[in-house]
T-cell receptor, first 109, second 113 residues
Framework: GQNIDQPTEMTATEGAIVQINCTYQ??????LFWYQQHAGEAPTFLSY??LDGLEEKGRFSSFLSRSKGYSYLLLKELQMKDSASYLC??????????WGAGTKLIIKP | DAMVIQNPRYQVTQFGKPVTLSCSQT?????MYWYQQKSSQAQKLLFH???????NEADTPDNFQSRRPNTSFCFLDIRSPGLGDAAMYLC????????????FGNGTRLTVT
């Protein structure tokens, strides 16, 4: 079966750096997405990786290793507003999105 | 601003009483999706449309149906809601394409009493 694994919950301190990991086992690979979802709100798109390596977008970066079936989202200079769930999703060989259950990130002052 | 709008934001229905959730988009995207999201679980795809082509996921219960009368609107009908259908229902759109992200509405939180 197809599977996406992410930690259920993480805690970090304001101003610090946090890395949220995602491992996947899917039938084929056509890209990996990260979304941010604040409580009670819509998921919003953060990043897309299809090639190995690091993509940087301001305070957020996303890394992909296709050979390891692994990605991480790196958040720098954490702010209180970064408290949210972070969802990892992979497009399989049929271009269907397989979703992880999300990682709830709690930021403490 | 182009967007995806879901109504209502919160819906309370009684056990067995039909309910309809609506979604509209001003993005003119070809693809529309309905997801069910429950706490601590991966969101589950119920249906998606590519233009008017309807795609029903194999494990979507018969209790759930959908309509897309035109490009802009999509509806989710739950014929006989059970307590297990209480969830957040998310509508999303996409222009299609491998790298295109989904654009989500704010969701409808369904409570079944």
């Amino acid at each position: 079966g197809q599977n996406i694994d992410q930690p259920t919950e993480m805690t970090a301190t304001e101003g610090a750096i946090v890395q949220i990991n995602c491992t996947y086992q899917t039938s084929g690979f056509n890209g990996l997405f990260w979304y941010q979802q604040h409580a009670g709100e819509a998921p919003t798109f953060l990043s897309y990786n299809v090639l190995d390596g690091l993509e940087e977008k301001g305070r957020f970066s996303s890394f992909l290793s296709r050979s390891k079936g692994y990605s991480y989202l790196l958040l720098k200079e954490l702010q209180m507003k970064d408290s949210a769930s972070y969802l990892c999703a992979v497009k399989d060989s049929n271009y269907q999105l397989i979703w992880g259950a999300g990682t709830k990130l709690i930021i403490k002052p | 601003d182009a967007m995806v709008i879901q109504n209502p934001r919160y819906q309370v229905t009684q056990f067995g009483k039909p309910v309809t959730l609506s979604c509209s988009q001003t993005l003119n995207h070809n693809v529309m999706y309905w997801y069910q999201q429950k706490s601590s679980q991966a969101q589950k795809l119920l249906f998606h449309y590519y233009d008017k082509d309807f795609n029903n996921e194999a494990d979507t219960p018969d209790n759930f149906q959908s309509r897309r009368p035109n490009t802009s609107f999509c509806f989710l009908d739950i014929r006989s809601p059970g307590l297990g259908d209480a969830a957040m229902y998310l509508c999303a759109t996409s222009p299609g394409g491998t790298s295109s992200p989904l654009h989500f509405g704010n969701g409808t939180r369904l409570t079944v009493t």
